[in-house]
């Protein structure tokens, strides 16, 4: 079965797995009042398949749910589930896991769909997030923002935080126009949000890369390079490169928009900063110096961008400059 028959059979058979499931939970034993399975709750399950388009214009096939005349269910990906498929997951617990997704959903749910065109009841969940210019320009026709260099500032509702992350929706030109305000007190009052609601957070590289190690080495393997870690964490003094991210570790490169952030850090190493945008979860802050080498640090992001630093992850190839004097950030394009 390749992709697209795998599609058309989630959406063709979704249904008949919800009704089946369904007589499950009530206790039916897998039969409901016509004593068929497919037709419990009669035929009320829909199921279609579009395509989103994600960060960067990476197109993503999502599976839509809906119950009778439901106005809210959730998009649910289909790429990683064929993934999986083509790994020898039965497609009944492809099916399983899709119901699951399903239910979490709609027992977690709390998305206020009539506030979303209610300025007043959504204004303190709105967000920012710093996007690819270039690489959103179909994205952003749709939408208001910003420009910022070579980056759009884009707004986000958030309608849902819990264990097991944060659900939002983007703000459309349509809710914007709707709600009535102006783009420029759209983004004060969402950075004042976004700085209260994911505050910064900002380690040295070599402390960041130890904890990432900690967290994903067996413990035997930790007792053996205890050495390792505490050379790595003495070269803080020597390698001066600090992560700027928010506490949440999503969408952080935005901290480099919050009030006095690059300033205050400019301040306390007494020189202009360089800004490194690593992806759009956080940057990397490297003091200017005479032994700082931009050509490098140029490179530095090219490497990545086209290694380690997945598509829809990808902010930027270029670096940012921070003068403290003018207190402005710029690109880097060199002295």
Known sequence: MDYEEFLAYIKDNIGEY?????????????????????????????????????????????????????????????????????????????????????????????????????????????VLRLVNYDRNRELLKTCPHKRYLDLAVTFRMVLDRDCMGIGSALVTTDVFDYWDVSLDHLYKLALENTMKEFPWRMDSLATVITECMKRQLPEEKLMEMREDFKLLENTENEVSMYVLSN????????????????????KAQGCNVYILPSSIHEVLLVPENVETDAVTLEEMVSDANHSAVGLIDLLSDHVYYYDRERDMVEIYEGK
């Not at 269910?73 to 498929?85: H, K, V």
């Not at 969408?251 to 850090?265: P, S």
């Open 247 to 266: 506490e949440a570790g999503m969408n952080g490169a935005t901290c480099i928009l919050y009030d006095a952030v690059l300033r205050n850090f400019a």
């Open 18 to 126: 919800m009704n089946q499931y369904a007589c499950r939970s009530d206790g039916s034993g897998g039969k409901g009042e016509t004593g068929n399975a497919g037709d419990v709750e009669g035929g009320e399950y829909h199921a279609e398949i579009h395509q989103v388009i994600k960060n960067n214009g990476i197109a993503l096939d999502g599976l839509i749910i809906r119950k009778d005349k439901e106005m809210i269910s959730p998009n649910i990906y289909l790429n990683s589930f064929f993934e999986n498929y083509q790994m020898g997951k039965p497609l009944a617990a492809i099916m399983e896991e899709i119901i699951y997704q399903y239910n979490l959903f709609k027992e977690e749910q709390n998305i206020r769909l009539a506030d979303i065109w209610d300025f007043a009841a959504i204004k303190q969940d709105i």
